[in-house]
């Protein structure tokens, strides 16, 4: 199925049989239809990661003439060290997606972006939980993981979801259209949180809402102290709408929405690590 801003995978079925083809030995039939299987694999993967490189980019264009200096992080930025943060079984035994997915409200038919989405935790589930009429964007900055994670897409056979690459100073997300945006046990990662935050707004559809899960540890230390976050989302026009313990999660939950006008970028503050 393509729509004007997602394109996703479509299962591939075994070709028909017919005419000539019939006359061909087992062996020969069966490696033309390998052949034919993996073309069009192929090409499905291809349509999988650009699906969404060329929609919806118009207006994210306008906005990054429009960017002028935003101001640097004053904190210490973690370092990519792994695009796995634990093992799928540990996380699910604690039921790790499920509570997230259950206090980020997220329910059926809805379209969700997966940010930083690594090996596919989240958006395995997440493709699960909006089902058919739902939509799942799964983006990294990482062009490997991207990579692996569309072969697994692929491999799923997930239809509602299309993979992303993004930049770490702008998601390149198109603009209205997410119902939530997940990071989850990456915010600490991004260098450049004003910039990043400011060109994720638009994406946003209205009542939209951005959830965080991160450790309440000093950011170099793969945390972010939940003051920080709230003073950073702040700077760029986000208000905190929710904030929860989560253990499970090895941390918090918090969610935000976009709030008033976005600031011009010479404007937003810098926020101060304690």
């Not at 930049?167 to 990071?183: G, T």
């Not at 170099?220 to 003051?227: A, D, I, K, S």
Request: some cysteine; charged content about 30%; aromatic content about 6%.
């Amino acid at each position: 199925m393509i729509t004007n801003q997602f394109r996703s995978y479509r299962a591939l079925r075994p070709p028909a049989k017919a005419g000539a083809q019939d006359k061909l030995p087992a062996k020969a039939r069966k490696s033309r239809y390998a052949s034919r299987l993996r073309s069009k694999r192929t090409a499905a993967l291809c349509v999988l990661l650009t699906a969404c490189q060329a929609p919806a980019e118009q207006g994210a264009a306008v906005a990054r003439e429009r960017t002028g200096t935003f101001p640097k992080a004053d904190r210490p930025v973690a370092k990519i060290v792994s695009s796995r943060w634990s093992t799928e079984e540990a996380r699910d035994r604690l039921r790790e997606a499920d509570e997230v997915m259950n206090r980020a409200g997220i329910v059926p038919g809805m379209t969700v972006a997966d940010i930083g989405a690594g090996e596919g935790y989240y958006t395995i589930r997440l493709a699960e939980r909006v089902g058919r009429d739902g939509r799942v964007l799964a983006q990294d900055i990482v062009p490997e993981v991207r990579d692996a994670l569309a072969e697994r897409v692929n491999r799923e056979r997930l239809d509602n979801v299309s993979v992303k690459l993004g930049e770490p100073a702008d998601p390149k997300l198109p603009e209205n259209s997410f119902d939530r945006v997940l990071m989850v046990h990456m915010y600490h990662e991004i260098g450049e949180p004003y910039a990043f935050l400011w060109h994720l707004r638009p994406a946003l559809k209205p009542g939209g809402q951005v959830i965080v899960v991160d450790a309440d540890r000093p950011t170099q230390n793969h945390g972010t102290p939940p003051t920080l976050l709230r003073c950073e989302f702040a700077a760029v026009g986000y208000t905190q709408v929710r904030f929860e313990r989560m253990p499970q999660a090895g941390g918090y939950f918090a969610a935000f929405e976009a709030r008033g006008e976005r600031p011009e970028p010479g404007a937003i503050k810098s926020c101060r690590s304690q």
